[in-house]
């Protein structure tokens, strides 16, 4: 059974930072690229970042690029992002997802595997 976990969404003022993490089981977390996508209060599910399988490759929302920075430890079965400079808007739901393609993907629907998500507010 493959399972998501992320941890570390919270309150922040803007301008603050917060580092999610996502810790998986079941899969072989290195055969994985990995990506976070948010979503917010009655809109539709966005891409964030996304990592390939080693960690060499990341691409970001132009939303966010300069702001986070999305990592992996294959060791640890865990991809992070960094988030800083944080913004209102930034205000959603963060969830970290697993694609078995060979490399990142921003496409929603190539990733088969999705954490429960974890709530990220920033207050202005």
């Known amino acids: 059974q493959v399972q998501l976990v992320e941890v570390g969404g919270g309150l922040v003022q803007a301008g603050g930072s917060l580092r999610l993490s996502c810790t998986a089981s079941?899969?072989?977390?290195?055969?994985?690229?990995m990506g976070w996508f948010r979503q917010a209060p009655g809109k539709e599910r966005d891409f964030v970042a996304a990592?390939?399988?080693?960690?060499?490759?990341?691409y970001y929302a132009d939303s966010v690029k300069g702001r986070f920075t999305i990592s992996r430890d294959n060791a640890k079965n865990t991809v992070y992002l960094q988030m800083n400079s944080l913004k209102p808007e930034d205000t959603a739901v963060y969830y970290c997802?697993?694609?078995?393609?060979?490399?990142?993907?921003?496409?929603?629907?190539?990733?088969?595997?999705w954490g429960q998500g974890t709530q990220v507010t920033v207050s202005s």
């Open positions: 079941g899969l072989m977390f290195s055969s994985y690229a």
């Open positions: 997802a697993a694609t078995g393609r060979i490399t990142w993907t921003m496409n929603q629907y190539d990733y088969a595997y």
């Open positions: 990592i390939s399988r080693s960690g060499a490759n990341t």
